[in-house]
């Protein structure tokens, strides 16, 4: 472990961040946790990272060679902020970037698309992670479990459109070795697990695994951008529920091996994510569920 060299992980506490974190320590590498409270994570250097304040940005990037970059959450323009922390990660030194981006925004496109179009001009090294949708929507608090929780339903605007969801321990996998092998991906990847499910299939599982009925709830295009609505940004929401809409017509029914060719494993099932959400109670029971 070299502490000239360290690993930036933004995000280092969040869904996939805390994973690369693990993921980087377990391989013997200097990691530094970045996040805006500089939450102490073990085996790693604990930093305080805020994209919106710059002050707090030199100090995090000291001694870093490469970065795995989590884009702030709930911005519908994070290239505001991103680009210029990017362009003084080159100046102090920082060779590899990895950015966290999705499976339904291209270079160029809306949001983080814009900062994917702009990495290859500003790194020597880079890779962009284009996942689908995670697994982990489905656990914990995130508003689908949420919903499963309080209504026994999952709400989307999806219809029939079938999506390759993705186990965010994959992701994490993923980005470690385009962090730490060799020759950097020096493209963009787009992730998936090894099948395609609708919404309706989703529900079925969860249901089978948990002993609770859950179905798929079908609303239109303005009644999810309204129900996000409620609890972020009108913009970010349209921009969510749009996302559903491109899922009905097709755009995300597909699989790719990416997970398997960089890391030399097949992608975990949902089925296997459930069933391992449930043995950990983090996707509850007929008793009482704690998280779904």
Do not use: C
């Not at 990037?61 to 994070?78: F, N």
């Not at 239109?220 to 969510?240: N, Y």
């Amino acid at each position: 472990m070299n502490a000239a060299n360290a690993t930036l992980v933004i995000g280092a506490t969040g869904t996939t961040g805390r994973r690369v974190t693990a993921g980087l320590i377990a391989a013997g590498h200097h990691a530094k946790a970045a996040g805006r409270t500089a939450t102490p994570v073990t085996g790693a250097e604990a930093v305080r990272f805020d994209w919106n304040e710059p002050a707090t940005w030199d100090a995090a990037l000291e001694g870093v060679e490469r970065a795995y970059l989590v884009p702030p959450i709930g911005s519908s323009d994070p290239a505001a902020v991103m680009l210029p922390f990017l362009r003084r990660a080159r100046a102090s030194g920082v060779r590899r970037a990895v950015l966290l981006s999705s499976s339904a925004i291209p270079a160029g496109g809306p949001a983080v698309g814009q900062v994917h179009q702009a990495l290859p001009g500003l790194f020597e090294q880079w890779a962009v992670l284009r996942p689908s949708w995670f697994m982990q929507n489905f656990a914990a608090s995130a508003p689908h479990a949420r919903s499963i929780r309080d209504e026994g339903a999952i709400m989307s605007a999806s219809g029939e459109g079938r999506v390759g969801f993705i186990d965010a321990e994959d992701i994490a996998a993923v980005a470690v070795r385009a962090l730490t092998d060799t020759q950097a991906p020096d493209t963009d990847l787009i992730l998936t697990g090894p099948q395609t499910l609708s919404y309706g299939d989703v529900a079925a599982i969860i249901g089978e695994a948990t002993g609770r009925p859950v179905v798929h709830r079908q609303l239109t295009f303005e009644q999810l951008r309204d129900r996000w609505a409620a609890e972020i940004p009108m913009e970010f929401a349209t921009m969510l529920a749009d996302m559903d809409r491109a899922i009905a017509e097709g755009a995300e029914d597909r699989t790719t091996d990416t997970v398997e060719r960089l890391t030399g494993r097949p992608p975990g099932t949902f089925r296997a994510f459930v069933e391992r959400e449930v043995s950990f109670d983090r996707l509850g029971d007929t008793a009482g569920p704690a998280a779904l």
